[in-house]
């Protein structure tokens, strides 16, 4: 059975580089974040259908801006780990 990964610490450092990275180019948080809610959208279709009527039960831009924003922080530590997970199964770390 598949199971989520367990988020190490150190996959803290790779979101923030993230969120810095956004925050520092004004074109590339709409561009990062839209790219994301693509490729979310394409790989877990029934989840975003679940997250996206979530999102629009808020009342304000602010509380779909924040719930939309966990949801990016709970997905990009688990796709991180998952990824690092596999580099170290595959180099045998």
Known sequence: M???PYVQKDI???IYRSVKEMNESP???PTYLKKFWAEFKEEQPHLA???I???EAFHTAEQMGAF????????AALKSQAEADEMNRD???
């Not at 939309?68 to 997905?75: F, I, Q, R, S």
């Open 27 to 29: 074109e590339g948080k």
């Open 12 to 14: 803290k450092y790779s």
């Open 91 to 93: 180099w045998g770390t």
């Open 49 to 51: 259908a679940i997250i």
């Open 53 to 55: 009527n979530e999102i």
């Open 68 to 75: 939309a924003h966990g949801v990016w922080l709970c997905w």
């Open 2 to 4: 598949n199971k989520l």
